[in-house]
């Protein structure tokens, strides 16, 4: 923060020392390149000028004089050019080795106080975006290819199982065959879902409506996927989660939002999918709606009775591919359906998260409504 005008006192009564520097002109650092460069011209003047003065108290010829004026004014101009220029000719080499792919060195002299240390800055933090995305972008394409294999492979053996005779096209066989088949078609949409997301072509429809009967459509539509879910895992001897109960609280009534509810269904469709895969057996998933603080706007809870989640992870659930303790679990799910919802809701500028909750896992959605008529 910049000192207001007027003297300013010391925690002591005594005035501060720091305001009794002279002020530098506006956008000019102490140790700047501009301040060294100056300062190399006034220090050839009067290396010069001292020189002539010398010349002239002792009769000495001018000739020899201008050698040694010329003499010292190289050896500070090669001392600051060399100051100047050797952090350029590194910062060029750690540019160049980014651009062929090596993300891994870093310029030295970042902490310098002058524009040359800003510079170094600037590309070490690029370089460190430059390796995380790159990171990012090795292990996107290690999951998907992981998550594309499996049901993959396991549609291939129903099927050739099938073509070999060994097993018959009966409904049980062509059940897990189509479970596979809408395993990939689940995620296959949400891949396509999040790359319109993160290029920005997803438009957003927002409207006002009333909430109550939206969640209460997106409860009732929750409920039959689980059921069917349910029957198809029951028939291929795997636990189904027809058992956890779905309830809904909006207070009041009458409450409505502004929001794009495509994507927002999207969001408690995707919440209430992991809350119910983490619930215990016969379980309770409990939708929220209150009033937000602003005109329409509206704060969702999402609530179960799952483990929970350590808090040490509370910034890693909405990353994409990442299922937290239950990663190393085969429950058909995909890891993106957390990053999907915080996607929408920053589409609309609103936030979610992870809170503290007594029991299970608790999450909450801010989203702002209709920010046209704020001011």
Not at 104 to 133: K, S
Not at 149 to 158: D, E, G, K, S
Not at 257 to 265: L, S
Not at 278 to 287: I, L
């Amino acid at each position: 923060m910049s000192n207001a005008a007027g003297p300013v006192r010391a925690a002591n009564g005594s005035r501060d020392r720091r305001l009794l520097l002279p002020e530098l002109p506006s956008g000019v650092r102490p140790f700047s390149v501009k301040t060294k460069l100056g300062t190399l011209v006034v220090v050839s003047v009067f290396i010069t000028t001292g020189l002539l003065m010398i010349a002239v108290r002792t009769q000495t010829e001018l000739r020899f004089i201008t050698v040694f004026s010329v003499i010292a004014t190289l050896l500070i101009t090669q001392f600051v050019a060399h100051s100047l220029t050797a952090p350029l000719d590194e910062m060029n080499t750690v540019a160049r080795s980014i651009s062929h792919g090596d993300y891994t060195r870093r310029v030295r002299g970042a902490d310098r106080r002058d524009e040359l240390g800003d510079l170094a800055t600037t590309i070490n933090r690029m370089a460190d975006d430059l390796e995380a995305q790159d990171h990012q972008r090795k292990e996107l394409v290690a999951n998907v290819s992981h998550e594309l294999r499996t049901p993959i492979a396991a549609l291939r053996a129903v099927l050739e199982n099938v073509v070999d005779g060994v097993s018959q096209a009966d409904p049980e066989t062509m059940r897990t065959a189509l479970q596979q088949t809408e395993r990939l078609g689940r995620l296959v949409e949400t891949l396509l879902d999040l790359s319109r997301l993160d290029n920005g072509v997803v438009p957003l429809k927002s409207r006002r409506f009333e909430v109550w009967p939206y969640l209460s459509g997106v409860l009732k539509e929750a409920n039959m996927v689980a059921e069917a879910r349910a029957g198809t895992a029951s028939g291929s001897g795997n636990h189904g989660r027809g058992d956890v109960h779905l309830h809904l609280d909006v207070s009041p009534p009458e409450l409505t939002a502004f929001a794009d509810q495509e994507r927002i269904h999207q969001v408690v469709a995707n919440l209430i999918d992991n809350a119910v895969k983490h619930s215990p057996p016969h379980g309770r998933v409990t939708v929220r709606a209150r009033r937000g603080e602003g005109p329409d706007a509206l704060d969702l809870e999402v609530l179960d009775e799952g483990p929970g989640i350590p808090r040490s992870e509370w910034h890693r659930v909405f990353e994409r591919f990442n299922r937290g303790s239950q990663g190393k679990t085969s429950d058909g799910g995909t890891g993106l359906g957390l990053a999907i919802a915080r996607w929408a809701v920053d589409l609309h500028g609103g936030r979610i998260g992870v809170a503290e909750s007594a029991r299970g896992c608790r999450i909450q959605v801010t989203l702002p409504g209709d920010t046209r008529t704020q001011y």
